[in-house]
C-alpha cells in the first residue's frame, strides 16, 4: 500500500520544494488568505514546465462560499479547458446547492468537461448539510477524491468523521485527510483515520527579502512557503507505516 503526500503550494517556489522532497502531488492555488483560488495562467503554465509530478490547479473562481453564478461556471469551463491544454493531471473544485448539498448536476457537467483529467472535490465538502449524502453524490459525479478536515477545523478534530467516510466509501472513491497536518501528527492521523492520501501545505511564513521597506505604508511583506524539513518529516513517517497495520 502506497501511502501519497499532496502539498498544497500557493507559489512556484512552494512546488519545486514539494517536488525536490518526494511528493506526489501539487495542488496548485492562489490567494492563501482566501483558502485557495484559481491560479494564473502563467502560473500554471510554469509549473507544468517545471514539474514532473502531478499538478492538479484548484479551479475557483473567488473567495468566501461555493454558491456560483452562471457566470462563475462559465469562467471555471474556460479554467478547466486551460488547465486540459497546459497538460495538467487533474483539477481541484467544489460546488454546493443553497441548502447545503451538492451541485450534482454542475459538478458532473464540470467532471464530464475535465476528462481524462482526475477531479478532486475540495473542502466544499466540510460545507454540506449530511456529509454521508454529500459523499454519496459525489461518487454520482465521477469525482476520484474528496479533500475534508471531517467537517471541522482540522483532520485531527474531524478524524472520526473521516474513519466513517472511509469506511463508507469502500474504495468507491479516495477520503483525503486535509488541513493542520504536520510531521507531528501524521501517523497518528493516520492510525485514526486509515486514510491513505494526505494534504497538507506545510505552510511557514518568510520575510520579504527587500533591502528597502516603505515604513509609513504599515505593511507586513511576509509570504507564505511550503516548509521542506516538515515534508521531509512526514514523508519519512508515512514509510514507517505497515500496510493494514490498524
Known sequence: MAY??????????SAMIAQEAGAYRVELCAD???GGTTPSAGIIRVAREKLHIQLYPIIRPRGGDFLYS???IDSMIKDIAYCKEAGCDGVVIGLLNQD???DKKRTAKLVELAYPLGVTFHRAFDRAANPFEALESIIETGCERILTSGQRPTAMEGAGLINELIRQADERIV???GSGIRSSNILQLAERTEAVEFHTSARRLVESGMQYVNGSMFESLTSVIADRQDIDGMLEKLKTIEPHSY
Open 100 to 102: 447545503g448539498s451538492v
Open 32 to 34: 492563501p488568505g482566501d
Open 4 to 13: 501519497l503526500l499532496e502539498i498544497c503550494s500557493f507559489n512556484l517556489q
Open 70 to 72: 452562471a457566470e462563475e
Open 175 to 177: 477520503i483525503m485527510p
